[in-house]
């Protein structure tokens, strides 16, 4: 039995058959949102890292340093990690493209991807709500953690393998133009948050990967003012009109997705 199960913001748990694998763990900064127990971070097989920015990468000293599971990871986020006081050398793999991993139950392979890229009139959106609603200084220290964290020359999404089922997690939804993108996905987990019309930029790369399944993260206002809650209810609807054979799902959190054979 495989199960998916988001805790917000870009963290995925995927249960294969009892193998536990983490993917970008973050506590969220919004004190309005429920939050998981740190040992639910820590009691995993493997913990794996997209890419370096804070909101995938700042809770891992913390987590690392109660949990016996390695975290796999691109080169930068190691190097930010040695930076905190992580012992690097026992606690973190650096992975590169195209490298397997062989698990229990199944594989993992890392995938090179890219970072969304915002556009200005986004920019400037995010810029007036913080002044709007009187957090610019809240938004500034945001700002600033998150320069602190910066997302190196990889980021890496994520093909699993188990029970015949292909999965694959990407940590934002950017994609490398000059790499061809995988094929026979039976679920992608795709990040809906970072442009202002995410249904009209996701749809066509979802088009050429033809997944059966996609599962939405990342929509949720994870640490305002610099993320918003995002609409879904539009992707779902024309997605379902364009491509009824792709079933969508927009996860609850901390509520396990059971996975047919």
């Given at each position: 039995?495989?199960?998916?199960?988001?805790?917000?913001?870009?963290?995925?748990?995927?249960?294969?058959?009892?193998?536990?694998?983490?993917?970008?763990?973050?506590?969220?900064?919004?004190?309005?949102?429920?939050?998981?127990?740190?040992?639910?971070?820590?009691?995993?097989?493997?913990?794996?890292?997209?890419?370096?920015?804070?909101?995938?990468t700042?809770?891992?000293?913390?987590?690392?340093?109660?949990?016996?599971?390695?975290?796999?990871?691109?080169?930068?986020?190691?190097?930010?990690?040695?930076?905190?006081?992580?012992?690097?050398?026992?606690?973190?793999?650096?992975?590169?493209?195209?490298?397997?991993?062989?698990?229990?139950?199944?594989?993992?392979?890392?995938?090179?991807?890219?970072?969304?890229?915002?556009?200005?009139?986004?920019?400037?959106?995010?810029?007036?709500?913080?002044?709007?609603?009187?957090?610019?200084?809240?938004?500034?220290?945001?700002?600033?953690?998150?320069?602190?964290?910066?997302?190196?020359?990889?980021?890496?999404?994520?093909?699993?393998?188990?029970?015949?089922?292909?999965?694959?997690?990407?940590?934002?939804?950017?994609?490398?133009?000059?790499?061809?993108?995988?094929?026979?996905?039976?679920i992608?987990?795709w990040?809906?948050?970072?442009?202002?019309?995410?249904?009209?930029?996701?749809?066509?790369?979802?088009?050429?990967?033809?997944?059966?399944?996609?599962?939405l993260?990342?929509?949720?206002?994870?640490?305002?003012?610099?993320?918003?809650?995002?609409?879904?209810?539009?992707?779902v609807?024309?997605?379902?009109?364009?491509?009824?054979?792709?079933?969508v799902?927009?996860?609850?959190?901390?509520?396990?997705?059971?996975?047919?054979?």
């Amino acid at each position: 039995m495989i199960k998916i199960t988001w805790f917000g913001t870009a963290t995925i748990l995927i249960d294969l058959n009892g193998e536990k694998l983490l993917f970008d763990p973050f506590f969220r900064m919004n004190k309005k949102l429920e939050q998981p127990a740190l040992q639910e971070f820590c009691n995993v097989d493997f913990i794996l890292n997209t890419h370096a920015h804070f909101d995938h990468t700042f809770n891992f000293p913390t987590i690392l340093e109660h949990s016996s599971a390695k975290l796999y990871a691109p080169y930068a986020t190691y190097e930010k990690l040695k930076t905190l006081g992580v012992n690097v050398e026992d606690k973190v793999q650096v992975l590169k493209p195209n490298e397997m991993l062989e698990t229990k139950n199944g594989t993992i392979k890392t995938v090179s991807s890219k970072h969304v890229q915002s556009n200005l009139f986004h920019a400037m959106l995010v810029a007036l709500k913080s002044i709007f609603i009187f957090k610019a200084r809240r938004a500034c220290k945001l700002l600033k953690t998150h320069k602190n964290y910066p997302m190196g020359n990889e980021i890496f999404a994520y093909e699993i393998e188990c029970e015949n089922k292909k999965i694959m997690v990407f940590g934002s939804a950017g994609i490398d133009e000059t790499k061809e993108l995988p094929k026979n996905i039976d679920i992608l987990i795709w990040p809906f948050q970072g442009k202002m019309n995410m249904t009209k930029y996701s749809i066509p790369i979802i088009e050429k990967i033809k997944p059966k399944m996609i599962i939405l993260d990342h929509f949720d206002n994870a640490y305002p003012p610099i993320t918003s809650n995002v609409n879904t209810k539009k992707f779902v609807k024309i997605l379902g009109k364009k491509h009824p054979e792709m079933k969508v799902i927009v996860p609850k959190f901390h509520q396990p997705i059971e996975i047919d054979d």
